[in-house]
């Protein structure tokens, strides 16, 4: 073998056992350090609020049997950021995002509503508590306000108080408690829906529009046996008009059905009573529908029929 072509083998074979030699040595020190760093998010402070998540319903601490919200908290992207999706029973609604500021060591919440309204307040956990305090810029007199969740058997408590006199002195806002929510059986819905109708037509006798608002839903349509259409609106104007006054407003024959989140009702509906000074008297078949929504049951759908012969007696 020529000496040139002797050389170019051996350096060859050598530079194949170098690489050879280099494999599985381990990465990249730079490599290793990246893998090596922690998640974002994975230090214990960012889990001090765990304990409120969950599906909730919420109950004022003064009326335990009265729910006044469904509450669910969750963690969203990657576990940093704590997410409330709160429902009223009377129509507000909110969200809260709360996070772990590791560059201050402080809890930051930002609460904003259906109503327009922000809140930001700030502290931090400490003694099983989660206290974060902030001022209320969307009230006139600019009151400091102070949140403190506690975990407790079987659920959370969560108290607010305001100051108007620069932290001297406090007064209470609101002291909620949370339940895991629970879903009713179907005789336990049947008996609550049969309920909630029979609490409407007495309101409907009494011109009560407040519980009439309360029950019906936004869109809520009512189909009469004339063919003729009522808007939610429409009701709640004629009852704040009190241009029909009732002697008899009451259903008979009631029955309920329900299938998952929503119910159909149907019963006989004698109505009695004066619209601008002329008497009425007559009885229907009407048909109620109801949607379970994530705070209560709420009236969707009515069909009435026309007033039924009345058979002498």
Known sequence: MYPLALWLKIGIVTLVALFAGTEGRGTDPASSAQSAKPAPCSAAEYRQYNFWVGDWDAFDVHNPTTKVARTRVDRILDGCVLREDYEGTNGAEGQSFSIYDNSRGIWHQSWVTNRGKLLVIEGKFQAGEMVLSGVDYSASERPLVRGTWKP?????????????????????????VFRPHTKASATDDGNLIAALDTQYQAAVKKNDAATMD?????????????????????????????????EHQEDSAQTVRVWGDAAVITAKLWEKGTENGKP???????TDTYVRTATGWCYVFGQSSLPLTKIPE
């Open 280 to 286: 009425f008297d007559y009885t229907v078949w009407f």
């Open 152 to 176: 407790m058997s079987g659920g959370v408590r969560e108290t607010a108080v305001t100051s108007t006199d620069g932290g001297k002195s406090w007064k209470p806002w609101f002291d909620l």
């Open 214 to 246: 309360r029950i019906l839903a936004d869109a809520f349509v009512l189909v009469t046996g004339s063919g003729k259409t009522y808007t939610k609106a429409d009701l709640l104007e004629e009852a704040r008009s009190a241009r029909i006054v009732y």
